[in-house]
């Protein structure tokens, strides 16, 4: 999931300086999932916005605000509906794929912070950073492009003091987690034979994946 | 060829130093300290932004050192530097002769002095060491293009962390340290002849085949053995020796004598050099003095050591 985060509320008042009518566009996927764009979080930008002087000229809440022909549909709500800017409650794509979808100004609501797992309602973890070559067959499940500070995929730095990582002594070291873990599913022996480097060729972005190319259209 | 690798490859007792580059653009200090350890030692590492404080480049004192007659190690960390600029700077420092390095991963930005900056780690130490293997080898850059007049041959070197736990885990990157191209260990300071030992029988076990160097860290007082026991990963000062720097600050006050704790960190680095060589623990020894690098010749002197 994507985890996205409530902007300061100062910010997203200098960005709407000038404006008077605005429509919010919320998602009903991740971050309605981080009570930073479902149903609640629409009625109570409204409410702030409306103490602000703001007229909220419409709200719509797709079931997802990354998916562009989806979006298409659900924007035709706001087509009259004379608003000269939308906020947008989700995370970074779903602000852009609004925009894709409109001559008006779209402006985020949220900062968008990244992929995790949903440990329970209101707790989140970054678990991937989407590298585009996974490594975790080699590393008992367990990544260490993320879950190590510095990305290493050879073993561990020296810095970890208890266990815990020299970054941030929140976290646990991740190379510590792996030999556990490689311990526990037997497969002690994946611990030298990780990867001497990891080659950034394919790193570039914007990167895009198209399933139907070689396909009939 | 190498001092540093002629020293290990004939079977002496190494010797190396460390030295820091200045914060800033005046390199006297470390240009006068060069003088007093010139013939006092095989080689002496330049620190690559050591704890992540910013620094003049390391190559740049190496550069210095080189013109005063010493054998510079160049230290590579790839916190900062892309596989690109890591290999620009290799191919720079052999132009002036300087053709031994240490690898190392590098501490992050985030527990240095400038936060803000980004962290790179494009290749940890295992991969510096291999791309400059690699490049040795085929005589081709990281890309695979050949390099005009082919590649310089360099003495490649890595550190460890003796005391971790895990210490599998160590011994286990020390291993792919070693296959990738490492000649010669440095290790983390270490106190005591008890922890060296249960690392080196560790690396023995592991059928691990490298010169190791014991890092040495003469300590300046109780204060800073407990402040590096809290900080610096890796490192145990036993409570043992804290005890005796405490005892000599107590005499010194007493006695209205300034220095006495200094003066007992540096013998007792020394008596613990002498040992490390008496009974041929390891390949030699890798002095950190941490600012205080004029005090290595006295410390080797008391140890009995000359090259
Ligand atoms: S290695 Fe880590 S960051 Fe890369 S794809 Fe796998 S889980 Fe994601
Ligand atoms: S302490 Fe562990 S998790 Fe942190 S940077 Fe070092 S190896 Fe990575």
């Known amino acids: 999931m994507i985890i996205t985060q409530k902007k300061p509320a100062e910010e997203l008042l200098a960005m709407l300086a000038g404006v008077r009518k605005v429509a919010l566009v919320g998602c009903g996927n991740c971050a309605a999932a981080c009570q930073t764009g479902g149903e609640k979080e629409l009625e109570e930008m409204k409410q702030f916005l409306e103490e602000q002087g703001f007229e909220v000229v419409g709200s719509i809440l797709p079931d997802e605000c990354c998916h562009k022909l989806l979006v298409k549909r659900d924007l035709r709500a706001l087509k009259d509906c004379g608003a000269e800017a939308v906020v947008g409650l989700s995370c970074g794509d779903g602000v852009q794929t609004v925009a894709d979808n409109l001559q008006l100004p779209v402006y985020p609501a949220n900062n968008t912070m990244f992929l995790g797992q949903v440990e329970r309602v209101g707790i989140f973890h970054e678990y991937c950073r989407m590298c585009g070559d996974c490594v975790l067959g080699e590393t008992g499940g367990i990544c260490p492009i993320t879950k190590c500070a510095k990305s290493l995929v050879n073993g561990p730095c020296g810095g970890q003091k208890n266990g815990k990582c020299e970054v941030c002594p929140d976290n646990d070291c991740a190379w510590i987690l792996i030999y556990n873990r490689l311990q526990a599913i037997g497969q ?14 394919g790193a570039y972005y914007p990167k895009h994946l198209n399933l139907r190319e070689g396909k009939k259209a | 060829m190498s001092q540093l690798q002629r020293a290990l490859e004939s079977g002496r007792f190494a010797v190396t130093a460390e030295m820091a580059p200045p914060k800033g653009y005046d390199f006297s200090r470390q240009i006068a300290v060069s003088g007093l350890l010139k013939g006092k030692v095989h080689s002496v590492n330049v620190t690559d932004m050591q704890s992540a404080c910013l620094k003049a480049s390391s190559l740049g004192l190496c550069i210095h050192l080189k013109q005063a007659g010493l054998e510079p190690i160049l230290q590579i960390t790839g916190r900062d530097r892309s596989r690109m600029a890591i290999l620009a700077d290799v191919l720079s420092a052999a132009s002036f002769g300087i053709d031994t390095v240490l690898a190392l991963t590098g501490d992050h930005p985030v527990v240095g002095d400038c936060k803000d900056s980004k962290p790179v780690y494009d290749l940890d130490s295992v991969g510096i060491l291999q791309m400059l293997s690699d490049m040795e080898a085929t005589g081709c850059d990281c890309g695979g293009n050949p390099l005009e007049g082919g590649a310089p041959a360099l003495f490649k070197g890595a550190s460890v962390t003796p005391v971790y736990d895990p210490l599998p ?12 191209g490492a000649r010669y260990i440095q290790t983390q300071g270490v106190f005591d002849r008890e922890s060296l030992c249960r690392f080196l029988e560790e690396v023995d076990r592991a059928g691990i085949q490298v010169p190791i160097m014991a890092g040495i860290i003469p300590l300046k007082s109780a204060g800073m053995a407990r402040f590096m026991n809290e900080n610096v990963p890796g490192i145990a000062v036993p409570e043992e020796m804290i005890a005796r720097l405490d005892a000599a600050a107590a005499e010194g006050k007493a006695q209205g ?13 020394a008596e613990f050099i002498a040992r490390i060589k008496e009974e041929k623990l390891c390949a030699g020894v890798h002095i950190m003095a941490i600012g205080a690098e004029q005090n290595v010749p006295v410390i080797l002197e008391q140890a009995g050591i000359s090259l």
Not at chain 1, 188 to 201: I, N, Q, S, V, W
Request: proline share 3%; aromatic share 2%.
């Open chain 2, 169 to 180: 885990l160590q011994i286990n990157k020390l291993r792919q340290k070693v296959e990738a």
């Open chain 2, 257 to 269: 004598v300034k220095g006495l704790p200094a003066r007992l960190g540096m013998e007792m680095a």
């Open chain 1, 188 to 201: 002690a022996d994946k611990l030298g034979r990780t990867r001497k480097t990891k080659g950034y060729a």
